[in-house]
């Protein structure tokens, strides 16, 4: 722990795991027909700079860390794509009633608290039949490896030591499914298994190997076992993760 870990490299990369899912989300919704778009949890500008290349919407983005949002506008302006970022907390946003046509998020919900407020508003600032776009929630609970390097328990406990709930993709249903704000329009359950059978996938688990040494506490995990198995090509790693399409009714 301790190198400083280079946040936009890692939701750039985070993003190539589902690249081909939001290719489908993108032409099933028509995009290119849309008008205002909101990410919630922006970070530093990976998603942004991805719908931006593609379609000519009014971008906006909102992040309660303001260093990540001065990170984004300055990733952004080096692509020519213009966008309305603030540093914004989603319970606590000034936008106005129904502004949107689209709400998206990727990686966002773990890290947030007030769940009833947070769709009240997301309801509230979209437009009739607008639609909420949770492009991927991991569920970290249901995680599993071989063999086991005791990564799913770190993993847990680290994230719960941040304030985040590792396990909030499950639970998600019973925000927007018990009230009669949203209709479930899609839902999906994706994962990336992480089977080291090719050169390219050995590299790719270093790589999350070398993440997971960053943002770990020593012992917490057999990193050895870990970095082993994947040179053997015998690490599997598999986690899944959730994906919504609402509309708002």
């Not at 290719?23 to 998603?47: Q, V």
């Not at 971008?59 to 309660?64: A, M, P, T």
């Not at 639609?131 to 680290?158: H, M, Q, R, V, W």
């Not at 019973?174 to 704000?181: A, G, L």
Request: charged share 25%.
């Amino acid at each position: 722990m301790g190198e400083k870990i280079d946040w936009h490299d890692r939701f750039t990369h985070q993003l190539k795991w589902t690249k081909s899912f939001r290719e489908r989300i993108y032409k099933k919704l028509n995009f290119g027909k849309l008008t205002n778009l909101l990410e919630i949890g922006c970070g530093t500008g990976a998603l942004l700079l991805e719908i931006g290349s593609k379609f000519n919407l009014k971008l906006h983005g909102i992040d309660v860390n303001a260093a990540r949002i001065n990170a984004a506008n300055q990733n952004l302006k080096k692509k020519k794509i213009r966008a309305n970022l603030y540093t914004m907390d989603i319970k606590k946003n000034s936008f106005k009633d129904a502004t949107f046509d689209v709400i998206v998020c990727n990686l966002v919900f773990l890290w947030m608290d007030e769940l009833d407020i947070v769709f009240q508003e997301i309801h509230r600032i979209l437009k009739r039949n607008g639609f909420l776009i949770i492009f991927c929630e991991p569920d970290y609970g249901g995680l599993i490896e071989y063999p086991d390097t005791g990564l799913k328990s770190a993993l847990i406990k680290n994230l719960r030591e941040l304030g985040a709930d590792p396990e909030i993709a499950r639970k998600l249903g019973s925000y927007f499914c018990q009230n009669d704000q949203f209709s479930l329009f899609d839902q999906y359950i994706i994962s990336v298994p992480w089977i080291s059978i090719s050169d390219e996938m050995k590299n790719n688990m270093l790589k999350e190997l070398s993440f997971f040494d960053q943002i770990l506490e020593i012992g917490t995990f057999n990193r050895d076992k870990m970095k082993h198995a994947i040179k053997q090509g015998s690490y599997f790693l598999f986690n899944p993760a959730f994906s919504f399409i609402l509309s708002k009714k």
